[in-house]
């Protein structure tokens, strides 16, 4: 059993990550900066992965360790891999200074929560707060259309009740 660090040269890890999650489009890969997989091989297949996103906050001084996409092949799944790959983490955390690790789980993924607590992980008392950007800007977008279509309906009915009035006068 081999982990390994890696910043580049990850395909078979992009592979793995799209079948675990059933992502169908090649524009994961091209988000990938400031990050880097841990791997874990067994006689040189890749058996499992997650990646780590490094965090720093200027004003309390710390840096941390984001973990997305813990994903472990799916013949290797419920043997102990996704554990020991946190505990790697935690392992290269503490050889790198690192003063926190961060995650996110659904409280539906029960099994992958008491394995986070189990390695000493607590969940914290906040709530994520979530905006997707493109989304909400191509509703503003839409939303400013309708508005200007309502402001010439509104000019048409102005410019059509005044040549009612006119015409009455007349």
Same mark, same amino acid.
């Given at each position: 059993?081999?982990?390994?660090?890696?910043?580049?040269?990850?395909?078979?890890?992009?592979?793995?990550?799209?079948?675990?999650?059933?992502?169908?489009?090649?524009?994961?890969?091209?988000?990938?900066?400031?990050?880097?997989?841990? /791997?874990?091989?067994?006689?040189?297949?890749?058996?499992?992965?997650?990646?780590?996103?490094?965090?720093?906050?200027?004003?309390?001084?710390?840096?941390?360790?984001?973990?997305?996409?813990?994903?472990?092949?799916?013949?290797?799944?419920?043997?102990?891999?996704?554990?020991?790959?946190?505990?790697?983490?935690?392992?290269?955390?503490?050889?790198?200074?690192?003063?926190?690790?961060?995650? /996110?789980?659904?409280?539906?993924?029960?099994?992958?929560?008491?394995?986070?607590?189990?390695?000493?992980?607590?969940?914290?008392? /906040?709530?994520?707060?979530?905006?997707?950007?493109?989304?909400?800007?191509?509703?503003?977008?839409?939303?400013?259309?309708?508005?200007?279509?309502?402001?010439?309906?509104?000019?048409?009915?102005?410019?059509?009740?005044?040549?009612?009035?006119?015409?009455?006068?007349?």
């Amino acid at each position: 059993m081999k982990f390994s660090l890696i910043n580049d040269n990850y395909a078979d890890v992009i592979k793995l990550i799209k079948d675990s999650f059933n992502i169908d489009n090649d524009s994961f890969s091209k988000l990938l900066f400031n990050q880097r997989f841990l /791997t874990l091989r067994i006689d040189n297949n890749l058996i499992g992965t997650l990646l780590i996103s490094l965090e720093n906050d200027p004003i309390k001084c710390i840096k941390g360790f984001y973990i997305d996409y813990v994903c472990i092949d799916e013949k290797f799944r419920n043997k102990g891999y996704g554990k020991l790959m946190l505990e790697e983490t935690i392992k290269i955390a503490k050889e790198e200074n690192i003063d926190y690790i961060r995650l /996110t789980s659904s409280s539906k993924r029960v099994f992958a929560r008491k394995m986070y607590n189990s390695l000493g992980m607590v969940s914290l008392d /906040t709530d994520i707060f979530y905006i997707d950007v493109r989304k909400r800007w191509k509703y503003i977008n839409v939303i400013k259309k309708v508005l200007n279509g309502i402001k010439r309906l509104i000019i048409l009915l102005f410019f059509w009740l005044l040549l009612l009035a006119f015409q009455s006068l007349c």
